[in-house]
């Protein structure tokens, strides 16, 4: 019923010694994982490379996409800015993070193998706007799932809501005026990347399918549980969407050095537990959540652990 997924590529992003966004979060989560009861598999094949960089073309432009590989390739150690260190490895690595998430997507959707997904993959994504990298992401992971999805024949809308600590500007820029992809988040604010005021809801054909619920710092898990029930809930009920997506960071975790939240690990499971319960009711309980931030090892694990219980 549930399927966890990663990929050895995840670890050849390479990032400065001390830099928060690591190849040691991917052991930190991945012991939650195993805490948890699960094993995680390595699924994508390369026969999905096409189909990836056509999915990946459908959110980013060719030329974006082009630049991001050359800078790899011709050992640059940034890409757009000193927020997005890269190595000779990160394109493949970004390449493989949106690969191993449509493998997820199609057990989930197309082969109906798995119900629930969790993919544990890295670089980060939702800050990732068409045509900038931002905030230690690449290629908007979590984007390209949708895009794929909307392909599918009898998904007509999706839902994603993003509850990492920092809001998702490059997921809200991307569907921010299209009826067909919803996007909710809840997030510290003012906070880094600066958007995700209330009053942004969305335009045109998106009006009212943005919804930002923007927390100030050192706030606790109340304040998220009872985000989720009296807002995110109602906002899914309302929408009926045919699949349900989750931008999953965990940097609003107590222990995080990044957030500055107080959201307990117990909370991550409450919350994940009320998604599911939506989604039994709108979407046959079908669940793909992508790992974004989270950068405390130990605040990871727990906050993984509790997250994978409530899935399975
Ligand atoms: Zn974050």
Not at 19 to 41: I, K, Q
Not at 185 to 207: D, L, M, N, V
Not at 276 to 293: D, I, P, Q, Y
């Amino acid at each position: 019923m549930l399927r966890i997924h990663t990929n050895p590529l995840f670890r050849a992003h390479e990032t400065p010694p001390g830099y928060p966004e690591n190849a040691g979060r991917l052991d930190a989560a991945l012991e939650g994982v195993r805490r948890a009861g699960f094993e995680a598999s390595v699924t994508t094949s390369l026969s999905k490379t096409i189909e990836t960089d056509r999915i990946i073309a459908k959110v980013h432009s060719r030329n974006y996409a082009l630049q991001l590989s050359a800078a790899c390739s011709d050992g640059f150690k940034m890409f757009h800015s000193h927020d997005n260190p890269i190595s000779r490895q990160s394109y493949a690595a970004a390449c493989t993070a949106v690969a191993s998430s449509l493998t997820a997507a199609e057990e989930i959707w197309e082969k109906g193998e798995a119900k629930r997904a969790f993919v544990v993959a890295r670089p980060p994504g939702h800050h990732a706007d068409r045509e900038e990298a931002m905030g230690f992401c690449f290629f908007n992971t979590i984007a390209c799932v949708a895009e794929r999805l909307r392909e599918l024949p009898g998904i007509e809308r999706v839902f994603i809501l993003d509850w990492d600590v920092h809001h998702g500007n490059g997921t809200q820029s991307i569907f921010e005026d299209r009826g067909d992809v919803y996007y909710a988040s809840i997030h510290r604010f003012p906070f880094y990347p600066g958007t995700g005021a209330a009053h942004e809801i969305g335009f045109g054909k998106g009006r009212g399918l943005t919804k930002n619920i923007p927390l100030s710092g050192g706030t606790g898990e109340t304040a998220y549980i009872d985000a989720i029930e009296s807002s995110i809930v109602p906002a899914i009920d309302d929408y009926r969407p045919d699949a349900i997506l989750i931008s999953a960071g965990f940097d609003a975790h107590r222990r995080d050095p990044l957030g500055g939240m107080r959201v307990s690990e117990q909370a991550f499971g409450l919350m994940t537990r009320m998604v599911v319960a939506a989604a039994e009711r709108n979407c046959g309980g079908r669940v793909l959540s992508l790992l974004e931030g989270g950068y405390d090892p130990e605040g990871l694990t727990t906050s993984v652990e509790e997250h994978v219980v409530a899935l399975g």
